[in-house]
């Protein structure tokens, strides 16, 4: 089952711009996460934000949370070739400690 | 370094046959899983253990089996009843659900 979806599905912008990528969601959630995955590699934690916080920053990346709306989004201020990767959120399912994860955002970044 | 070991990184298998993935972390983490990620898709979760000798069925168990015997390892095998085995398998783990998750580099499994 999956839980987030990812919007857009892809991505592509210059070096320097912002990218923003959402993610909405189905139930109740305790916290919502942002991975990044490099393509053929793991996935590397970027961020988590609690379902009693709205917004949470960590260096060049922004994460607002709407619990209303059952929404969050990712910004990626002034964007290099780097962070060209495919985004992904997660989200806890009650108690169980399982994270759900949705499509993913594939993000192009040309130099 | 801690960390999280998947191996092989890449494994081929024929039709009929058992392979098994390992999957190591020195995190002491308690809780760890698995995921299969088919191409451009997101994560499907397979099995998770959140305790040593214990774990429980995710969306897409079918085909496939796990132990957990010892805290730092949770093998996974794909069976041969496993029809459509070939993907990228990623194992992980995290200290509480409360935390964030650390993957290995996962392993991409192709039937021959």
């Known amino acids: 089952s999956q839980q987030g979806e990812e919007d857009p599905q892809a991505l592509s912008i210059q070096e320097g711009e912002n990218a923003t990528m959402n993610c909405s969601y189905k139930?109740?959630?305790?916290?919502l996460q942002w991975y990044r995955q490099n393509s053929g590699r793991g996935l590397v934690h970027l961020i988590l934000i609690r379902s009693n916080e709205r917004e949470k920053h960590s260096g060049r990346l922004r994460v607002t949370l709407d619990t209303s709306k059952k929404s969050s989004s990712l910004l990626i201020t002034a964007s290099r070739a780097a962070d060209t990767a495919s985004y992904f959120c997660?989200?806890?399912?009650?108690?169980?400690?399982?994270?759900?994860f949705g499509q993913g955002t594939t993000l192009q970044v040309k130099p | 370094d801690g960390g999280i070991t998947q191996s092989p990184k890449y494994l081929f298998r024929k039709e009929g046959q058992n392979v098994t993935l390992s999957c190591e972390q020195n995190?002491?983490?308690?809780?760890m899983y698995w995921y299969r990620q088919d191409p451009g898709q997101g994560l499907r979760l397979i099995y998770y253990s959140q305790i040593v000798n214990d774990f429980q069925k995710g969306d897409i168990a079918e085909g496939y089996s796990v132990s957990r015997e010892k805290k730092e390892s949770f093998p996974l095998t794909v069976t041969s009843a496993q029809k459509n085995p070939t993907a990228f398998y990623l194992c992980a783990s995290s200290l509480t659900p409360l935390y964030g998750y650390t993957f290995g580099s996962g392993t991409r499994l192709t039937v021959v």
């Open positions: 997660a989200t806890d399912a009650g108690n169980t400690g399982k994270l759900i």
């Open positions: 995190l002491n983490h308690d809780a």
């Open positions: 139930t109740s959630i305790n916290n």
